[in-house]
Every structure is written in structure tokens, then in C-alpha cells.
């Protein structure tokens, strides 16, 4: 069983650029998640999918984002016009469909962006 | 509202001696996890251990066990026989629904 993966592991680009990335989740886990975590801070949540249906978005997720599922399988997150405070690493995790707030999200590598 | 609060930003210890990691939490959820995690420098965050607020024992897995007070709203960390493999940021996590709320890390430093 392969974990979660993300593509690709390091992006640099300019302000004004738009930028897109891929997460595949652990094959049958229907729940994917997003975060964001910037230099010495803990992750922070973005948005989450079950299956292709997108079921919360954070208010840190700007008009500029947007995320997609579109078959219920891997996800993109993608930023508009990217500014230099988008610099971050960007997290992917995936869950399987259980009860309550117990179930445990495992996470990709990341993928950390750099706005020159 | 959840919040978690680790207060030690960085720990030095010595390789094969046991450490603790604090870690206090608030929410008014009457059902919530508790997780740790490790991420070494390479950046992925790796699960360690997971206690549900209704489990009447504390979790343990391997040389991590989770030290549990509800009524302190503590979930501390403990790594038995610490080694050189252990040096990496942790995080305390708390879940009270779909979205996981990040403490702002410990950075353990294991010394030979």
C-alpha cells in the first residue's frame, strides 16, 4: 500500500504566476485534505473533500485558491496570481471514512512553494 | 474553539534517555482525538500515536506513549530510550471533527 504522494516536491516561481498541484491519496481513503504550513508554524487547515464533494473550505483559502477532486481520486490545489506571502509548503493528507473525529490523516511530503 | 499549546519550542537530550513533550489542549467538543506527529527535516509529517477523549487507557506504540489527563486537558508525549533518529519537529494535534488543529511544535534534539 503506497502512502500519499504530491507533485512536485518544490516549486519556484514568480509573483503573478498561477501555480497547480497534485495529490494522490492512499488508494479507498475518501477523504483528502489540505493544509498549509509556513516557516516555524504548525500546518494549517485549507479545505478537505469526501470523495469529489468539497465539504469545507478555510477562511484562509482565498478567492485566488481553488481545489478540485474531480473523480473522487487524486486532488489539485491551485493559486492565481501568486504573491510572495503564497510561500509555504503545501501539505496533502488522506483519510479513510470512519466514525467520529478519530480518524487518523496521513500525510504526503509536501510541496513547498517559493514566490520570487 | 480548539487550541493547542506547546510550550517547550526546543528540547535537548541525551541519546537512550527517556523525554517528555507537554502538551495542553482546549475544546468544547465533547468528543475529540489527540494526535502526534513527527516531521523530521525532510518535511513529511509522520503519524506517531492517537488517544480518543473516551479511552479510559492512555495509548502507547512502541517507545511512544501518551501520557493522557482529561481533567488537566494534557496529552503529553513520551519517547522511552530516546535515539539519534528521534531529532525532529512534534506536534500536538487535536481533532474534533474533520479538520486537525496544529500545536506550534517542539523541536527535539537527540545529542550523542
Known amino acids: 500500500d503506497t502512502g500519499v504522494s504530491q507533485d512536485p516536491r518544490h516549486k519556484i516561481t514568480k509573483r503573478g504566476q498561477n501555480v497547480t498541484f497534485r495529490c494522490d491519496p492512499i488508494?479507498?481513503?475518501?477523504?483528502l485534505y489540505w493544509y498549509r504550513q509556513t516557516l516555524g508554524q504548525g500546518p494549517e487547515f485549507l479545505t478537505y473533500?469526501?470523495?469529489?464533494?468539497?465539504?469545507?473550505k478555510s477562511r484562509l483559502l482565498s478567492d485566488r485558491f481553488s481545489a478540485e477532486r474531480p473523480k473522487g481520486s487524486f486532488s489539485t490545489l491551485e493559486i492565481q496570481r501568486t504573491e510572495q506571502g503564497d510561500s509555504a509548503m503545501y501539505l496533502c493528507a488522506s483519510s479513510p471514512r470512519l466514525a467520529g473525529p478519530t480518524d487518523t490523516q496521513y500525510f504526503g511530503p509536501g510541496t513547498r512553494l517559493t514566490v520570487l | 474553539a480548539q487550541k493547542i499549546t506547546q510550550t517547550q519550542p526546543g528540547m535537548f537530550v541525551q541519546e537512550k534517555e527517556a523525554v517528555t513533550l507537554d502538551c495542553t489542549y482546549d475544546t468544547s467538543d465533547p468528543s475529540y482525538g489527540l494526535f502526534w506527529y513527527k516531521q523530521p527535516s525532510s518535511g513529511e509529517m509522520i503519524f506517531l500515536i492517537y488517544q480518543g477523549s473516551y479511552d479510559q487507557q492512555n495509548a502507547t506504540e512502541g517507545r511512544y506513549s501518551l501520557n493522557f489527563q482529561k481533567a488537566r486537558k494534557s496529552a503529553n508525549l513520551v519517547i522511552s530510550a530516546s535515539q539519534l533518529g528521534d531529532s525532529a519537529m512534534y506536534f500536538c494535534?487535536?481533532?474534533?471533527?474533520?479538520?486537525?488543529?496544529f500545536g506550534t511544535g517542539t523541536r527535539l534534539t537527540i545529542i550523542p
Open positions: 473533500f469526501q470523495n469529489e464533494a468539497q465539504l469545507e
Open positions: 494535534v487535536l481533532s474534533g471533527g474533520e479538520k486537525l488543529t
Open positions: 488508494s479507498e481513503h475518501n477523504r
